[in-house]
Every structure is written in structure tokens, then in C-alpha cells.
């Protein structure tokens, strides 16, 4: 109906522009830059007169109004004969076709009875129709004779045409599809002798009926939409319920319905119908899903499929992933890949990343540039210029490091007859771009003062002259490497090196990933001492989509959290009552109130949180894993949440009913709130807010101990055998033949008559009536010993694996008394297989558990008190004295294989000898190395120690799910084993001399930065070597 086209009076085509007026032919239009040009428009068909222009389609026959381009009506032009308007044809200005009435069937029980002529041989009638239902019934009618009906109607959003006939199997049509788009259907249907046939939209779909004698006759009334109660009788019963939408041009046996006599009441009957008007809404526009969600919609509302999207909620408005890696750190999960959401329901969508969670979250953000490079022949006239993508948009990189407490990169530079400044004029050679796309001329390890690098700030550069070593301009090898910290200016983007040009002249650099760590938002806190005391910011604004999320504790059986009020609008959140928490709101339509209601009191001074969202389709609230619980908004009411005054945090503006205790990381539709910066200047409010250890110290495993930090907690493991953020991670250890471990406790003697350690109960002449035992272990050989516990008065335990692969603990408690043995000899425990052991003894009750599953109590005999402790031996004995036959055939022969998490009481020996963090006496003898005991099954004992080497890993975003751990093992190739044995073990080659390099190159640097050139010369080229030889995607960033 509409043709464009732009012709120019030049060689060159002109910049395609929008005309203030419109044309049916062409419009002159003035000349710009001696560019004539001329649009011409078709309105109801081609070509434009005087133009060969072909088009596929007829032109339009029918009628055209309310014609407007930009504003302009082109009807009304035409109609005037202006000068810009071509008329060709037969185009008057009065339209001859029929005005169709349309009629909206406004609910499930709205209907159209219209009458029609009994006892005909043929049933037929059409009518167009749009809806956004899946299903509904169109047209029914019941049938003479065959004492059957006629069924029209819509399911999943195709057309059915059914013959309903008592006692026989329904004849079904089906035709169309998709037919709930909004959009007019056209459909026709007849059914005639054993015939029925229905037209959608120009398709024909037919079938022939086994009727045998009878044929179809109609029976009188029409029922488009619907059917009074009594229609179907007890016959049958409709089988989707009633239609919502419009139709229009109903005919019923070629014979058109006059709608506005049905209206006047003289045809017909109806119920809940609206004549002359079709008042279907398209509620998917504007598009309130968020987030790229899909909308689909029915008759009285709208749909959001939320597939793919990364958010949740009945708009997609509510994340799925964490803020930051503080986050998902303080939810348990440990070292891994993570989707982030740095902005939460902002509209920045989620990215992967690594977050390395040690005592403090690191975030690291890789990119495509952190190979060595090394450039040559440049100069100012031919810079070269290195870029770096990172896996997330700067607006991301922004949000991540906005959110941080601290972020740095490691830039590496070096220099060989390469300066960074023009020493005449102080112009730049070399710099590099941040984030902002300005101009940096400061070096790693430097504060961001222009042209300064870290020797010239610790004053060892090695020329005083200068503030960077290679401005020395020397003809050997240096470098100017370190940490770039101002977080306003991460991460870079940019290189830019111009001095390599002269002979011998030539430059290096690498560039690290973005590190950041923490969370700024995440302990932003607040303590509210009095109840008449509160924070007050800027108005909430969420008039579409609003969400509140946020920490609070208290000993308080009610308070205001947050409340923000507009002339009638308001949303307020409150603890109502000690288990209740209340999300209150008005947005025009009335107030509103949804409780979350908890079986144990809120007011128990831990950490709660809480979140409340607020859409176009609901409001919800949720407590910490309660039910969330909903209120769906009216259809039709008003929408938009309409706030004026000032948000309140932790009171009302009344001053009354005020929060007592603390509220932490208060965000705003995604956005974080500094409530620490206002609690500074606000009577009765204090920054911070301490005792996180009541909430988060469950995540201290294995026995270490929450510790208390101003912004957060720690788990002190000092008396774990376990290691790690939350003591989760075992120390485990693979035994060599002959090897051993062996603990003493006689050392610290003199200092524990003092101290309150827990250790030193162990030490001196104290008598241990109790001791907690803990260890894992694999191994295929027996006899073992797996732990052996002496005492000065030649008293002692022994666990230890007995020649025909029974585990045996041993007990003697009295030098004059045969030990008390206790037995599981119920399987071979040397069979390469991963045991657990448990002994707890209260004096002289021992109980005992293997593997979690078999369990033994036993009351020995040979007394109750263990007295003065010697020492703790893994593996061989090296002096076997006054012991049994048994423990000592053991002891001779040691232990091969895997211990791990060994434990008694508070003292922890593998980890004292492989992680020793205070003095210890510690004898480690033979082949004792940190290992993992954790393997497959059938595998032989000394062949499966192996170091863990993680390969980078940078996922998929379909999975959509946050990863503790996306390394990913490969068992499908098994008949190429070998092969790929053989491949890893030169891998593991490989990496360890890369790593041996990184670790050389790094204790150079730092040790003899300003002095030894020829040492940085040497490294550099190592590195270059044996960046050929090994490939960067292997490379791993430790910390």
C-alpha cells in the first residue's frame, strides 16, 4: 500500500531524510549542499506517474482513512488539490463499503443468541472474530434429527469443529493456529449431509461423516459465544468455556446480522455484551516484562516468560544471581564460577565470572590480552596500540567495581631503550586508557600522579633522575611493574607504546585481570538506638516496578523499617509483631496489606532479610526461605505508584512506632543505599552494626570458630584440621613407604602451665579423661598404622589396620593391663577405598563410628585416664617400645597411602607439618606431600595421588546457574585412556615449569627490581620462550 523511494539529481546518493509533507506523486524539495533530492510516496498502488517502477502486488481497492504522514493529513490535501498531491484513478472521497458493527463479549458468561431457520438442510454461518484467549467457544447450535450439536470453538489457540451425536465418537475438524494473536479472523463453516467443511483466513479444512441415513438439519438458534445456562441441557456440556473478544460481520446462512437491531432488542437476545464497539486491550503494549521477558497476554491480563533472562517474578523484574561474589561467599558456596548481577534488578544483565573466596571474595574479570607482548618499531607518527575485551560491557565492569571495596590490576612493562616520558619535554612516549577513555601516564605500583612508576615513589628507581626505570633509556633489559589500584580508572582498556623505533629499542608488557575484592554495599549498615530516631533520603521512585530488599536484627517486638508517602500513595514495611513482617501499600486503588508470618520470633538479634517487589501485576513479599506471599494488583485499576515525600528508614516522619536494632545492604531497585555515610551525622543512628557471628557462624565448619570483624565475620580454623573461609577444606596427605609424621606435645610444656589454649590440656603431666578422634585414610596395604598416641607412663591408643584387613582401635590406659581392643572386622578396610572414623571417649565409655554407618560403644576395662601425653605418630614408628604385638607389627610397617583430616581433640598434625602457622615441634620423615584422598573407586591406592590443576573454564549462558565448580570431568572416551594419560601428565609437565617461572620471575622482580638488569633481561626472555612452548589458555591465576 505504501511505496519509498529517494532519487538524487547527483552521482551520489544523499543522506536518507523524513519530509514534513507527503504525496501520493512526488514533492520538490529545496537543495542542501547543491544536492537536490525528491521523495515520492505511494498511497494505494504503483508506480508513481512518469516513474518505471514495477511492483509484485495489485494495487489497493477499498477504503483509506485517517491518512497522516508526520502529522500532516494527506486526505485532507487531497481533497484541496494542492500541488503536492497526484491523483491517478478512480479515488473518490466517500467510502461505499458496509460499516461493520463488532460486538465484545466482555466475560466467560457473555453470549449471542440469534435465531435461524429450523429443519434447513444446511447449517452455515461466518463471522470474523479476535481474542487474546487460548480458548473459548465461538458459535453452537443444536441439530434436528441426528439429536446432536454443532460446536465451534477455539483450544490452545486453534479452531475445532465438532459434530456432537449421543452414543457415538464426536467428529472433530481442526484448522488454524495461533488464531489468539489480537488480530481479525475470518472464519466460515458449513455442514451439510454428511459433510462439514470450515474456512480460516482462506484455508479450507473438510470432512466427510458417517451418518448412514440421517442427515444434518439445522435446529433454530445460533449461541455465538456463549450459552445460557440451560442451552446444552443435560446432554452434553461445553468443553473450554465461554469466548472473550470481539466479533463482527456475523452471517448466518449468507445472511448478515443487523447487530444494532440485536442492540434495540427487536433480534435476538445477549447477555453481557458491548454493541458498536470492540473494547479488546492489548495489554503486552507497552511491554512491561523486563529484561528482555516475553509477553503473552489474555483477556484481563499479561504474561511474562521469564526463560533465559536471568530474573524471576511475575514482570522479570526480580535477579536470580547475587550482586557480587561476597554475596554467594556469604550463602556457603565456596571457589568457583558465578553469574553476577552487579546492578540486581537494574537493567545490566548478568555476566560470568571467577570468584576466588579466601578469607576476603575476589573478583576476577579475565580478558583477551594476557599473553606477553612484545613491541618494536614504533614512534609517534606509528604508535602501536593494544586493546583489551573483557568478558563483561564497561557498564558491567563499572557496576562490579563501584559495588568493590578495593580493585587493582597488575600492568608488567618492560623497556629496552623504551622510555615512558620524552625527557626534553616531558612528552609522553607510552600510556595507557582506563575505563573513563582518558589519558593515564602513572605505572603500576604508583599512586595516579602523571608520570611516576613504583621505584620513583619507593625512591630505588635505578637512575635517582628519574621517577620510572625506563626512563633511563639504557640498553639493556628493565622493567616498571605493579599494581594499578584507583579504582576510577579500572579497568584498563588500552596500550599505547611509541618509543621502540630506534636501533635496539623494544618494549614487553602484560596486563593481569581485573581483581576487585569485597563488597562495599553488602555491610553497609546502620544501628537505631531510639525509636523516635530514623535516616530520611530522596523520594523512592518506582512508579511502574518497585523492589526493597534488606538485612535487619533485633530484640524489638515491632518497628517501622521504611516507609515513603505521596498525597494518597504510600508503601510502607514494618515488623508488626515478633513473627510477623508486614509490606503495606496504596497506589490508588485502595490500601493493601500481605503478612509474612513465621513459626519462631523475628526478634532473636540474627540477620533476617527481606524483599518486597511491587509491579504492574502484583505485589509479594518474602522473608529470608519463607513462603513468599502475593497480592495481585486490579485488572484495571490504576497502575503507577506516585511517592512525594521523603523516604524514611528505621522510623515514620510521625517519629513513632521507630526500628530499634540494626538494618544492613538496603537496596532500592537494585541500587545500594549508604546508610553508614548518613548514620554519621544523625542522632540516635550509628554507622556499622556488629554481632554478625549469631547468623553466619553456622558457616564455620569442621570446628573452626566465628570471629567477629567490623564490616563482616571470619572463621578462625586454627583448631580445624581443615583450612579455607570456612574450614571446609581438608588437609589430607599421601604417605610414602617408611614415611612418617610425628607430633609432640612435651614442647610446649613450660608455656602451658599459663595458658588457656585448648592444646594445653595435652601438655605436662595433665590427665585427658576425654579426647574426640577424627581421621579419613585409603590405603591397600596391611598391616597399618594409621595413628598411634603415647604417654611418659607407657600408656597409649592405637588405630591401626590388623594383617587380615581389620580395623582395630586399641586402648591401654594402664601400663599393667592388657589393652582394650576394639574390633570392625566386618570387610577389608585396606581395599583403596575412602573410610571415616570417629572415637569419642568420655573416661571409660569409647564410641566409635566408621563410615558414617557402622557404629560401636564399648566401657574398657583398662582404666579412664589418659596421663601425660607424649606424643602422636601417622605412619612408622621409628623406637616401637612396651607396646602389643599387633600395634607393633604396624608401627614397623607404617603406613602407605592417604590420610587425611586427622584430629585429636584440638590438634591437628598433618596440617601443623604442612601448614605451619606458630611453632610446633614437627618431625616429618620420608615422602610425606599434601595430596587429595578423594578419588574413584577400583583404582590402586598409590597410583590415584594426585595435585589438583584446574583448567580455566568460562561456561555457557543458557545454563543459568550459579557454579560452585565449572570443571567439568570428561569419563565418555574410555578406550583412548592411555592416550589421554599420557597428554595430562606432559600437561602437568608443562604448566609446572610455566608456574616455576612465574614464581622465578615474580621473587626477581620484587627482591632486585632496582639493581639487577641482567636478571630482568634473562627472565623476560625465559618468559618469551616459553610462551611458544606452552599455550596462555592453561594459565591460572593464584592467590
Known amino acids: 500500500m505504501i511505496n519509498t523511494g529517494i532519487l538524487c539529481s547527483s552521482s551520489a546518493w544523499a543522506n536518507e531524510s523524513t519530509s514534513q509533507w507527503m504525496s501520493t506523486g512526488s514533492v520538490s524539495m529545496p537543495k542542501e549542499n547543491s544536492v537536490t533530492w525528491i521523495l515520492i510516496l505511494s498511497f494505494g498502488g504503483t508506480p508513481a506517474p512518469g516513474k518505471s517502477v514495477s511492483f509484485p502486488h495489485k494495487n489497493f481497492h477499498g477504503c483509506l482513512e485517517n491518512l497522516y504522514y508526520n502529522g500532516v493529513d494527506i486526505i485532507d490535501l487531497a481533497k484541496q488539490q494542492k500541488p503536492q498531491i497526484i491523483t491517478m484513478g478512480n479515488v473518490s472521497f466517500s467510502c461505499s463499503q458496509p460499516q461493520s458493527v463488532p460486538v465484545t463479549f466482555l466475560s466467560p458468561r457473555s453470549y449471542l443468541a440469534l435465531p435461524g431457520s429450523s429443519g434447513d438442510d444446511e447449517v452455515s454461518a461466518s463471522f470474523q472474530f479476535r481474542t487474546w484467549n487460548k480458548a473459548g467457544l465461538l458459535l453452537f447450535s443444536e441439530l434436528q434429527l441426528v439429536s446432536g450439536g454443532l460446536l465451534l470453538f477455539l483450544n490452545d489457540g486453534k479452531l475445532k469443529l465438532n459434530l456432537y451425536q449421543p452414543g457415538k465418537l464426536p467428529s472433530d475438524i481442526t484448522a488454524g493456529g495461533g488464531l489468539n494473536d489480537g488480530q481479525w479472523h475470518f472464519i466460515s463453516l458449513s455442514a451439510k449431509r454428511n459433510h462439514l467443511s470450515v474456512v480460516v483466513d482462506g484455508q479450507v479444512a473438510s470432512a466427510s461423516l458417517s451418518l448412514g441415513p440421517e442427515q444434518i438439519y439445522s435446529g433454530g438458534n445460533y449461541y455465538f459465544g456463549g450459552c445460557p445456562d440451560n442451552c446444552f441441557g443435560s446432554k452434553w456440556k461445553n468443553p473450554v468455556g465461554g469466548f472473550q473478544g470481539c466479533m ?63 530474573y524471576n517474578g511475575a514482570t522479570c523484574h526480580n535477579p536470580i544471581y547475587e550482586q557480587s561474589c561476597e554475596a554467594y561467599k556469604h550463602r556457603g558456596n565456596t571457589s568457583g564460577f558465578y553469574y553476577i548481577d552487579s546492578d540486581g534488578s537494574g537493567p545490566l544483565e548478568s555476566f560470568l565470572l571467577y570468584c576466588n573466596m579466601t578469607e576476603t571474595a575476589w573478583t576476577i574479570i579475565q580478558h583477551n590480552g594476557s599473553d606477553l607482548t612484545r613491541v618494536r618499531n614504533t614512534n609517534p607518527e606509528n604508535p602501536y596500540a593494544g586493546f583489551f575485551e573483557y568478558v563483561a560491557s564497561l557498564e558491567q565492569l563499572q557496576a562490579t567495581i563501584h559495588r568493590a571495596e578495593h580493585c587493582e590490576q597488575e600492568l608488567t612493562y618492560y623497556c629496552k631503550k623504551s622510555r615512558l616520558v620524552n625527557k626534553q619535554d616531558g612528552t609522553p612516549l607510552s600510556w595507557w586508557v582506563g575505563r573513563t577513555n582518558e589519558t593515564q601516564t602513572y605505572w603500576g ?26 626512563d633511563a633509556d639504557r640498553n639493556e ?13 579500572l579497568p584498563v582498556t588500552k596500550i599505547v607504546i611509541t618509543d621502540t623505533g630506534r636501533p635496539h629499542s623494544e618494549a614487553a608488557y602484560r596486563l593481569g585481570p581485573l581483581l576487585c575484592r569485597g563488597d562495599r554495599s553488602f555491610w553497609n549498615s546502620a544501628s537505631f538506638n531510639t525509636e523516635a530516631s530514623y535516616l530520611h533520603f530522596p523520594t523512592f521512585h518506582g512508579e511502574l516496578s518497585a523492589d526493597v530488599s534488606f538485612f535487619f536484627k533485633t530484640t524489638a517486638s515491632s518497628g517501622v523499617f521504611l516507609e515513603n508517602l505521596g498525597i494518597t500513595d504510600f508503601i510502607r514495611i514494618e515488623l508488626r509483631s515478633p513473627a510477623l513482617v508486614t509490606f503495606s501499600f496504596d497506589v490508588g486503588n485502595g490500601p493493601f496489606e500481605i503478612s509474612v508470618q513465621s513459626p519462631t520470633h523475628f526478634n532473636d538479634n540474627r540477620w533476617h532479610h527481606v524483599r518486597v517487589e511491587r509491579n504492574m501485576k502484583e505485589a509479594s513479599i518474602q522473608v529470608d526461605h519463607l513462603s513468599p506471599k502475593t497480592q495481585p494488583a486490579p485488572a484495571d485499576g490504576h497502575i503507577l505508584l506516585q511517592l512525594n515525600s521523603q523516604l524514611f528508614v528505621g522510623g515514620t516522619a510521625t517519629r513513632q512506632r521507630g526500628f530499634l ?65 570456612f574450614c571446609s577444606n581438608e588437609i589430607s596427605a599421601y604417605f610414602g613407604s617408611g614415611s612418617s609424621v610425628i607430633y609432640n606435645f612435651q614442647e610446649n610444656y613450660s608455656l602451658s602451665k599459663n595458658s588457656s589454649s585448648h592444646a594445653a590440656s595435652f601438655h605436662g603431666d595433665m590427665k585427658l579423661s576425654r579426647e574426640m578422634i577424627k581421621l579419613s585414610f585409603r590405603t591397600t596395604r596391611t598391616p597399618s598404622l594409621l595413628l598411634y598416641v603415647s604417654s611418659f607412663y607407657k600408656e597409649y591408643l592405637s ?45 571409660e565409655v569409647v564410641f566409635v563410628e566408621l563410615d558414617e554407618n557402622a557404629r560401636r560403644q564399648v566401657h574398657l576395662t583398662s582404666g579412664t585416664e589418659f596421663s601425660a601425653v ?21 608401627g614397623a610397617q607404617g603406613f602407605l597411602g592417604c590420610l587425611s583430616a586427622v584430629q585429636l581433640s584440638h590438634v591437628a598434625p ?45 561456561g555457557t549462558r543458557d545454563d543459568r546457574e550459579p557454579r560452585a565448580n565449572a ?23 608443562a604448566i609446572a615449569v610455566r608456574i616455576y617461572q612465574q614464581k622465578r620471575l615474580y621473587k626477581r622482580n620484587e627482591a632486585k627490581r632496582s639493581e639487577n638488569v641482567d636478571s630482568a633481561e634473562a627472565v623476560l626472555k625465559s618468559e618469551l620462550n616459553i610462551q611458544n612452548a606452552v599455550s596462555e589458555n592453561q594459565k591460572e591465576y593464584f592467590f
Not at 873 to 888: F, H, K, N, W, Y
Not at 930 to 944: H, K, L, N, P, W
Open 248 to 310: 463482527r460481520r456475523i452471517s448466518i446462512s449468507n445472511k448478515m446480522v443487523d447487530l444494532i437491531s440485536v442492540q434495540q432488542g427487536s433480534l435476538g437476545n445477549f447477555s453481557d455484551l458491548q454493541i458498536d464497539s470492540c473494547g479488546i486491550t492489548d495489554r503486552c503494549l507497552p511491554n512491561y516484562c523486563e529484561h528482555g521477558g516475553e509477553c503473552s497476554q489474555s483477556w484481563n491480563t499479561f504474561h511474562c516468560n521469564c526463560a533465559h533472562t536471568g
Open 445 to 470: 605500583g604508583s599512586l595516579p600522579d602523571p608520570q611516576k612508576c613504583a621505584c620513583g615513589r619507593e625512591g630505588n628507581c635505578i637512575d635517582s633522575q628519574y621517577y620510572c626505570n625506563c
Open 477 to 489: 633489559w628493565t622493567n616498571d611493574t605493579g599494581f594499578l589500584s584507583y579504582k576510577e580508572h
Open 661 to 725: 536494632g540494626c538494618i544492613r545492604s538496603l537496596q532500592l531497585n537494585g541500587l545500594a543505599v549508604d546508610l553508614e555515610e548518613r548514620a554519621k551525622v544523625t542522632p540516635g543512628v550509628e554507622p556499622g552494626c556488629r554481632g554478625h557471628c549469631s547468623s553466619y557462624g553456622k558457616l564455620c565448619l569442621n570446628g573452626g570458630k566465628c570471629r567477629e570483624k567490623p564490616r563482616g565475620f571470619s572463621c578462625d580454623c586454627t583448631f580445624s584440621a581443615y583450612t579455607g573461609p
Open 799 to 843: 588405630v591401626i589396620i590388623a594383617k587380615n584387613g581389620s580395623l582395630q582401635i586399641r586402648y591401654k590406659l594402664n601400663r599393667y593391663q592388657e589393652p582394650d581392643v576394639v574390633t570392625f572386622d566386618f570387610k577389608n578396610m585396606a581395599d583403596g577405598q575412602l573410610h571415616h572414623i570417629m572415637i569419642n571417649r568420655e573416661e
Open 870 to 890: 607424649k606424643s602422636l605418630v601417622l605412619g612408622r614408628m621409628l623406637e616401637p617400645s612396651g607396646i602389643d604385638q599387633e600395634t607393633a607389627l604396624a
Open 910 to 954: 598433618l596440617k601443623a607439618a604442612l601448614h605451619p602457622s606458630r611453632p610446633a615441634l614437627i618431625t616429618v620423615s620420608g615422602h610425606v606431600t599434601e595430596s587429595s584422598c578423594v578419588s574413584q573407586a577400583g583404582t590402586d591406592a598409590t597410583s590415584r595421588e594426585r595435585t589438583h590443576s584446574f583448567a580455566d573454564h568460562s
Open 967 to 989: 570443571i567439568k570431568n570428561d569419563s565418555a572416551v574410555i578406550g583412548g585412556l592411555i592416550a589421554v594419560v599420557v597428554f595430562i601428565l606432559l600437561c602437568i609437565t
